[in-house]
């Protein structure tokens, strides 16, 4: 009997116009989402490819690496970035390396191109969040109370179902005919990354089909919530109206309100606070140094070779501590800056993660790698490799110039051409995200959250309907 | 006639529950968002404070002219409380001092990314989604409503003609939406007033077009409603209709006229430019220090490559400086080339996004209400602008300044087999008098520039709404009313 009522609800579903014009802007929606996010990616590889080979340009002609005092790296365009945008849009992507000293990025993509900002991307993130919740509530809002203004429920009920059994029906068949046809436009949607040729990994794929189990779970907590709502509404207009209020604060406000309400609650001083503290510092360091520096004796005044040499390595020394003494401070006041943070971020995200949209968005941004973590981990990794350059350079050029330091160039009479330097011996930065395992882990929490909205709104469905008055 | 029908409308619209929970959501919406922007607002002029007392002191304590750096910042618009537009998307401030080139660093967003997550969702946002799915919801079934239930052959039983009926519909529905929907517009006004925000008169004029041009995209839709509602015969299908019209031109036509135009214009990235200044600046260096060497050598040589005097050597540094500053002037002016070739790349690359993403009411919508409340993207080039001839200004006057007073903050290092090692700094420490130091003025805008941006868009919002009034009157006097 089960099988003759899904059968008969989705004969029903696919046959109406609703659904057509539903799920048809739906699958237009995800494939164009596909497509974007994998020309968008394109477009940042070339833009970041042409930035990276103008880096390692600006080194030709150099024939010191010591006069080497900078150089850019850049996080490099995930392709998953592109169909999950998160904060990578927003946060700096662009580091100056010296070999010394605190990293900061800069050049976010929304800052470097504001048109961008203007109306954003179309990601999943923003498909499943808005357009797909939407839809779902379209497909279940008049479930029990349509066919309740039609008199189908009675007479559908006159046979011998148990109300439990027909509700069953309604949920699995509309779970059904929101996750299939979805399945194909996503499906295409993977053959469009495929053909134009985006370069995904097997761990990247792995990753996408938990983005898409994600996306689809949370449909299913709209579609499960419409239900439980018609099956609390005699008339149907009544229930599209519940849903929708629900849906705008859901979807739309708890997430943005919370913040607002946390970072009330919790007061975390501003970057350029931190910024001019430790800039103060700094330059009462270099204050330091400079009656360091006056205090220098060599230790033999007859070859100035060997005092130029000897001053210069004295002057990287008092780099070296300075930079020590500057790293200490710095991090005391970024620390503080960031368990402020840590503890703003944690109460916004509780307050939020009321609403199921904000445990979807956070899951697939955290597998993604675009979550709030990206930033810290950006700049963590920047700095491993700030550590490998400074060793680079002390192997290359028997010093680390970063971090202004001072030193004199002896003028050589010989008229020696001397060699250039092979800007291809630079070492590389390899950008590495967290794993697939490690990001499935931090989303678990978000995952069970989806779940239990929808366990909780079945229970709603199932008691609700049990008593609902068919007359 | 006429009045009877629109008062019969108007009397429809304002029993139906429908109406009643729309409104009170859209309500609460517009109040939450203008409350919230109030307090972003509020945040980001004691960040503003903050910085610029910073700035200042780190100023003050500053021994030598050279040491000075200034901070130019963005300052905190009252119209972003409606309007975010741009503001929390471009850099906060620049450093101005005589090395760097002006760029707006540190984003609202880049610092705090739990606001990027999230979004904030200002006024501008509650009209352009919600509003108009609003207006679609209460008008998708204007006509083909009343001839499911029967009362439009009724009403044609009357001596009133379909125009007229047509007319009233519209004008009835219309005036049903916006009565109600000015009054938390008001509410938000008074909110505004209550909460002391300083806003300038030309800051309320600013503030009115806003408002106008945001009733005049609701008319849009009000009026995209009646019309769908006369073309499709059942109101079921209507509503499927008008929601998908509503997904495509709100989601789905803005987004993609903007990447389209992105992949037609290729940009470099504004890291690769810094790039290619930084590789002529390389290459100037070089050629300086080569020539440097070769000063001092036909200086060591003029002076029998004995310890020359102090004030031999004096004048010979000030030659060198001067030397080093022409070639620092030499790469501002290749930059600022760069730079401008890059802006004009931009600049095309916009004018495309426009004209592709204008097809839709609600990019045209955007980009007034952006271009009105000064937050487009025009705002990144006004500021990088008046922080430019800022910086000429301040470096102008620091170098002026530096020449007088002898204290450089330099160090002179002098290396002889007979003394040894002698480093010497020309430091005092005194603290400086920064009272004619000159201070940014962040450009402003008059209401009638901010306005002239923006007619374009009132001028198509106008224009779509009577297309689309024009195609409900065509489709519904040959309609059946049966």
């Known amino acids: 009997m089960l099988k003759v009522l899904i059968e008969k609800e989705l004969r029903e579903v696919f046959g109406s116009l609703k659904f057509t014009i539903t799920f048809g802007a739906c699958a237009i929606l995800v494939i164009l989402s596909f497509y974007m996010g994998a020309s968008n990616y394109s477009f940042s590889h070339a833009q970041y490819e042409a930035a990276k080979a103008q880096n390692l340009k600006q080194m030709e002609g150099l024939t010191d690496w010591a006069s080497l005092q900078n150089h850019r790296i850049f996080l490099p365009p995930q392709p998953l970035a592109a169909l999950v945008n998160g904060v990578s849009n927003d946060i700096g992507r662009t580091i100056m390396v010296e070999g010394r000293g605190e990293l900061t990025a800069e050049d976010s993509r929304y800052n470097d191109d504001p048109i961008f900002a203007i109306f954003r991307f179309l990601d999943l993130d923003f498909i499943f969040g808005t357009i797909l919740s939407l839809f779902a509530i379209l497909l279940g809002y008049n479930s029990i109370s349509g066919e309740k203004e039609q008199g189908t429920l009675r007479l559908a009920l006159a046979n011998a179902i148990p109300r439990t059994r027909y509700i069953l029906a309604k949920l699995i068949s509309s779970a059904i005919a929101l996750v299939l046809p979805l399945l194909i436009a996503i499906l295409i949607g993977c053959l469009i990354l495929v053909i134009l040729r985006i370069p995904f990994s097997g761990e990247d794929w792995l990753t996408l089909i938990l983005i898409i189990i994600t996306g689809l779970l949370y449909a299913c907590v709209f579609l499960t919530l419409s239900i439980f709502i018609s099956a609390l509404t005699h008339r149907s207009s009544n229930s599209f109206l519940l849903v929708l209020t629900i849906w705008i604060f859901g979807a739309l406000i708890v997430p943005r309100a919370s913040v607002l309400l946390a970072s009330r609650t919790v007061k975390v001083p501003s970057v350029d606070e931190t910024t001019a503290q430790k800039s103060r510092y700094s330059s009462q360091l270099f204050k330091e140094d400079k009656t360091k520096m006056s205090q220098f004796k060599p230790s033999d005044i007859d070859d100035p070779e060997i005092m130029v040499d000897e001053f210069n390595r004295f002057m990287e020394n008092i780099a070296d501590e300075r930079d020590e003494k500057m790293n200490r401070f710095a991090e005391r006041i970024n620390e503080e800056r960031s368990n402020k943070l840590r503890e703003r971020q944690k109460l916004s995200l509780a307050l939020a993660r009321i609403s199921p949209t904000t445990s979807m968005t956070l899951a697939v941004t955290t597998l993604a790698g675009t979550s709030l973590m990206l930033k810290n981990h950006y700049r963590d990794e920047a700095a491993r490799y700030q550590k490998s350059y400074g060793d680079f350079m002390k192997e290359k050029a028997g010093m680390n110039p970063g971090g202004h330091v001072m030193r004199i160039k002896m003028m050589m009479d010989d008229e020696e051409e001397p060699e250039q330097i092979n800007p291809s011996e630079l070492p590389v930065f390899n950008y590495k995200k967290a794993s697939v395992f490690s990001a499935a882990k931090t989303a678990s929490l978000d995952l069970l959250f989806l779940v239990i909205y929808i366990l909780l709104f079945l229970t709603g469905s199932f008691w609700a309907f049990g008593k609902y008055d068919l007359r | ?482």
């Open chain 2, 1 to 482: 006639m006429f009045k009877t029908l629109i008062k019969k409308e108007l009397r429809a619209i304002f029993n139906s529950p429908k109406f009643t929970a729309i409104f009170a959501v859209c309500s609460l919406l517009m109040l939450l968002s203008v409350y919230i922007g109030i307090s972003e607002y509020e945040q980001s002029v004691m960040q503003y404070q903050t910085t610029h007392e910073l700035t200042e002191q780190r100023m003050s304590e500053a021994t030598a002219w050279p040491q000075v750096r200034s901070k130019a910042q963005r300052a905190p618009n009252p119209l972003q409380i409606f309007v975010g537009g741009l503001s929390y998307d471009i850099g906060r401030w620049s450093i101005i001092d005589g090395e760097s080139s002006v760029k707006l660093r540190n984003t609202h967003y880049s610092d705090n990314p739990i606001y990027a997550l999230f979004r904030i969702i200002d006024f501008a946002f509650i009209v352009q989604f919600i509003l108009s799915l609003f207006a679609i919801l209460i008008t998708y079934n204007a006509i083909n409503g009343e001839r499911e239930y029967g009362t439009l052959q009724l009403v044609f039983s009357n001596p009133v003609s379909r125009a007229k009926y047509l007319l009233a519909k519209c004008a009835g529905s219309w005036l049903g939406l916006i009565i109600p929907i000015s009054i938390p517009i008001l509410l938000s006004l008074l909110l505004v007033v209550i909460f002391k925000v300083p806003m300038s008169g030309d800051d309320w004029m600013k503030t009115l077009a806003f408002m106008m041009v945001s009733l005049l995209f609701f008319t849009f839709f009000i009026i995209l409603g009646v019309f769908i509602s006369s073309l499709v015969r059942r109101s079921s299908v209507s509503f499927l209709i008008a929601l998908l019209a509503w997904v495509v031109l709100v989601l789905i036509i803005p987004r993609t006229g903007v990447l389209a135009a992105g992949q037609m214009v290729y940009v470099p990235r504004i890291a690769e430019i810094e790039g290619q200044r930084d590789a002529f600046a390389k290459d100037k260096w070089a050629v300086h220090y080569n020539k440097l060497e070769e000063r001092w050598r036909d200086r060591n040589a003029e002076s029998g490559n004995c310890a020359a005097d102090d004030e031999k050597i004096w004048k010979w540094m000030k030659e060198d400086d001067a030397a080093r500053k022409n070639m620092e002037i030499e790469i501002e002016e290749f930059y600022a080339k760069l730079k401008e070739d890059y802006r004009r790349k931009k600049a095309v690359r916009e004018r495309l996004a426009g004209t592709i993403s204008r097809i839709s009411p609600a990019s045209a919508y955007q980009l007034a209400a952006m271009a009105i409340t000064d937050t487009d993207l025009s705002l990144k080039n006004r500021y990088e602008d008046s922080m430019n001839s800022y910086r000429t200004q301040f470096n102008d006057y620091i170098s002026e300044k530096a020449e007088k007073s002898g204290a450089s903050g330099h160090v002179m290092i002098k290396i002889s087999t007979e003394d040894g090692f002698d480093v010497s700094s020309f430091d005092s420490d005194e603290t400086l008098d920064l009272d004619g130091l000159p201070r940014f003025e962040p450009p402003k805008l008059g209401f009638e520039e901010s306005l002239s941006s923006a007619v374009i868009d009132f001028g198509l919002l106008g224009l779509y709404s009577i297309l689309v009034f024009a195609g409900a009157f065509n489709r519904f006097l040959k309609s059946d009313i049966m």
